[in-house]
């Protein structure tokens, strides 16, 4: 067991307790059977985290994925049973895919052993059957992290879930996804030039439109866990940009990037679940000064929210500091933009929700009111306190005295990477531009969500010829997002083409 | 010539990914979704039978065989089964979920069966 694995399975041991503290009394009738799912569901992760060895990689993959499917589609209503039927066809694809790419790489290498398989890559680096492994790996992996253009299942599934299985999927699982290729792309590709050479462009380039995609349509919804849905799309974007980076410095920051918006987001779903039950809604317009009730949770999720845009405190900050210092020693610092784009977006757009629905602003919406929303209610016989608590404790986790962690997240990372990959400058301190890197992003969501929200005071024409710019862009981003599972996987295979055309050209 | 049987199981294992995932694009109807999925899923078995086999191999059971006769690749096999298992799972997940779905909204059409979109 190794830093990195046994670190996030610790991370994940805690989201759980604090889920299942929250969903304490939430299903009049609690049947066994959620909080089995709920411990498969975990144990699925925990073991994906843990493992070695390629396959059972594949088999903790399919274990977490269908205890995923079923948790998705627990209340047996319309939305949610359409919600895990995209979920669970999108990610069997993706997972056989997977079993595919592992097939190969025994046929290279003979083992299932991820330093087995290594050596034997780095005896034979060029050949194209170790590349297709690596496509067809990479593949399951990243449609489980919910990349741009793979993505699309991930907003469908995380909305329609019940609250405290949305926790789980946001915190914990979709960052799986990119663990796992972290840990295969370090492990075992980590000879082969080309697969760097595609991890350096067109991960690259997936992970920055995962960025930018992202915090988009996050600042296009309505319903607030859809709009959570899409920020997770945009953090996600993060990790695979400090995955691609392949230096110490990156991979150290995805790590504690991974852990920080875990407990965040985990508790922003959890302000999500209590809109839910106290104020019986999700729809952010429909709920317009309607939280007074629940006011500490406005509390929480401003915070929340601020932490998302990079408030420079606790873990996230410390992961996004070391992601844009190694970007900065890796001669990239043009990444900083969809880095600051990213938090700010996402946090702009949780701002922008908490000021609507606990303070009453923004009275005029500006392109949200088109989105998606449905008439979700959860029950409301539970006290505010026990579903805020374990939300609280989210949110003093991630910001726990960073310096320990940090020395944790540059250890773990060393025993991550191969050896010999070290060459990049060892571990920065995060420098002064990268803090004032942090404060740009968060004045930029304040900014962003105080205009969202101030709308009815800007001059008409202002306002119209913002929407005339802002308008069709946004409406195409609503096309792309149909719903329709076929749409889905005609992305999977364009991607697919993608992957063949950058090794072809590379 | 000799290229050609060792070339085989790969291009059906391709064929089938392709075939599955068209398959999947275009469906009208959820059950028949289903039955694609599978079909993607039977490139995995094709391949993975492909990678363990050993032309000329008994299969790896050395009851009647003295140790070291060639034999086809045993853990390819353990592979499979674990998939086998995996993929009636999710077939019978799936199925299920969609005959919770139809009895709601009365059809199996994935056009018609868009999350949140009324």
Sequence with gaps: MDEAGGGFATVIGGLFAATLVFAWGYFDEVHAHFHVLMLVFMAGMIGFCLTHDVFNTFVWFEVMSVAAFALTGYELKADPLQGALNFTVVNSVGSYLLLDGIGLLYAVGGALDMGALGAAVARAPADPVVAAAFVLMAYGLLIKSAQVPFHFWLPDAHAVAPSPVSVMFSGAMVALGIFGLARISFTVFAASTAVMQVIRTLLLGLGVASALVGAAMALLQRHLKRLLAFSTVAHTGVLLIGLELLSPGGASGMLLYMAGHGLVKGALFMVAGILLSVCGGIDEIALRGQGARAWPAGVAMAAGGLLLAGLPAGLMDGGFGRIADAAAAGGQRWLWLPLVAGAAGTGAAVLRAAGRIFLGWGPVPCGEDRSLTDQEQEKNDRPLWLMLLPALALLAGSCVETAGAGRLATSAAAAFMPPGAAAGPAFPQPGAPVIVLAWLSVVLALLLAAWQLSRQRLPGPLNRSAQRVLGPPGAGLDFLHSGAVGDYIAWVVVGLALFTAAFGLG | ?118
């Excluded at chain 2, 039955?35 to 094709?46: F, P």
Aim: charged letters at 10%; a positive charge.
């Design chain 2, 1 to 118: 010539m000799s290229l050609l049987p060792s070339l085989l199981p790969w291009a059906v294992a391709a064929w089938l990914l392709g075939v599955g995932l068209y398959g999947i694009v275009t469906s009208r109807n959820f059950v028949h979704l289903i039955g694609c999925l599978s079909v993607v899923q039977s490139s995995t078995y094709v391949l993975l039978l492909s990678v363990g086999f050993r032309t000329g191999g008994i299969a790896p059971i050395f009851y009647t065989h003295p140790p070291g006769t060639p034999a086809v690749d045993p853990m390819v096999h353990a592979l499979v089964l674990t998939d086998v298992v995996v993929g009636a799972t999710v077939t019978a997940l799936l199925l299920a979920l969609i005959l919770q779905l139809h009895k709601r909204r009365g059809t199996v059409d994935p056009e018609a069966l868009r999350p949140m979109q009324p």
